[in-house]
Structures are given as C-alpha cells and as structure tokens.
C-alpha cells in the first residue's frame, strides 16, 4: 500500500501548479509531504482545524450529510482538500500558473 500511496502523490505533484501534497492523520500530524517538515506540519494543522469545522457544518445542516470535498482559494495559492475518516489529502496549487 505505502507503493501506491507514493505513486499516488507523484502523479497529484506532476500536475501543472502543484506546490504540494500533504497526507494528514486524524491527529492532525503530517505523515506524507512532499513539503518541508516546518510547512507541512503548518499546512497541516490549520487545514485540520479548517476541515473539522467545515464538517461540523455541513452536519448541523443535514445530520444525514458528510464533507467530502473542500477547496480554498486565495490570490496565490489554491488548497484542496479531501478528508476521509482517517486520513486528509491536502493538496496545494499556485493559482497563477
């Protein structure tokens, strides 16, 4: 599994734009990046803090409802996000290429 896991995140980083990815557990600690140590672990906290919140709403406005996907856009960067139940995959992209 951990072939497929490396596979998997050479092909989201060969993609144009693609600054990096981060795979978080549900602890909010990084445990794949293709980022440096002091970036990912940043990413990763805030991004889980983000994630937990956007799911909470998502469930106080449909209790039979789940997020599945969150995608955050600023002038220069661009996170995707795509939590699971043990994992969250964080994706970053410049926005000006």
Known sequence: ????????????????????????????????????????????????????????VVREMDSTNELTFLRVRSRRHEILIAPDREFILIVIQNTSD
Do not use: C
């Open 1 to 56: 599994m951990a072939t497929e896991v490396e596979e998997t995140i050479k092909r989201i980083q060969a993609h144009k734009g693609v600054m990096g990815v981060v795979i978080v557990n549900h602890e909010g600690i990084p445990i794949k990046s293709s980022l440096d140590n002091a970036t990912s672990v940043l990413y990763s906290g805030l991004i889980s803090q983000l994630t937990e919140k956007a799911r909470n």
